[in-house]
T-cell receptor, first 107, second 114 residues
Framework: KNEVEQSPQNLTAQEGEFITINCSYS?????LHWLQQHPGGGIVSLFM???GKKKHGRLIATINIQEKHSSLHITASHPRDSAVYIC?????????FGTGTLLAVQP | EAGVTQFPSHSVIEKGQTVTLRCDPI?????LYWYRRVMGKEIKFLLH????????ESGMPNNRFLAERTGGTYSTLKVQPAELEDSGVYFC????????????FGQGTRLTVV
């Protein structure tokens, strides 16, 4: 079992839908990252959080430290949101990654 | 300001050959990390430099992999001799001094060993 589990692994949505991607982890962490990777592109950091909630545009990330769970929400999804979304936790001095969620938003 | 840059973006080599990947971190970033994604698996940690010192190399798969960061600036990751299972995407990330600072990733190097 991976130390960082994401669900779902694949997600197809219609443009405009509200999307939630979940991440659970089993190790002690100092921070959690949500990352985005477009096809053929590099990895971009969306959020780094250690408690509560952060919002950036249509993206919202929450974390519950006690439950060891985080969610990434996308409101009013758009085809340009199609990408792989990766949850990674910082444990000691390195990141431990989930397998990623492949999101496809159809027009 | 330039981000993290990696070179080459793609490399195709034959089994048994040597390949050297390069990472230029963001200027002033003491922390430099190498990660790897092999086909169908999650990205995994290889090693961590703080300036020129190897802080943690617990993720290096075997002694065919050698990472250096002379002078604490750019880093190289050499695979010698390359094996088929070394194929994957190698990512470099850097972050400013400190334990819990945001990491910035390079575009990755896609290595294919045939």
């Amino acid at each position: 079992k991976n130390e960082v589990e994401q669900s779902p692994q694949n997600l197809t949505a219609q443009e405009g839908e509200f999307i939630t991607i979940n991440c659970s982890y089993s190790v002690g962490i100092s921070a959690l990252h949500w990352l985005q990777q477009h096809p053929g592109g590099g990895i971009v950091s969306l959020f780094m959080l250690s408690s509560g909630k952060k919002k950036h545009g249509r993206l919202i990330a929450t974390i519950n430290i006690q439950e060891k769970h985080s969610s990434l929400h996308i409101t009013a999804s758009h085809p340009r949101d199609s990408a792989v979304y990766i949850c990674a936790v910082r444990a000691t001095n390195k990141l431990i990654f989930g397998t990623g969620t492949l999101l496809a938003v159809q027009p | 300001e330039a981000g993290v840059t990696q070179f080459p973006s793609h490399s195709v080599i034959e089994k048994g050959q040597t390949v050297t990947l390069r990472c230029d971190p963001i200027s002033g970033h003491d922390n430099l990390y190498w990660y790897r994604r092999v086909m169908g698996k999650e990205i995994k940690f290889l090693l961590h430099f703080v300036k020129e010192s190897k802080q943690d190399e617990s993720g290096m798969p075997n002694n065919r992999f050698l990472a250096e960061r002379t002078g604490g600036t750019y880093s190289t990751l050499k695979v010698q001799p390359a094996e088929l299972e070394d194929s994957g995407v190698y990512f470099c990330a850097s972050s400013s001094p400190g334990m819990n600072t945001e990491a910035f990733f390079g575009q990755g190097t896609r290595l294919t060993v045939v």
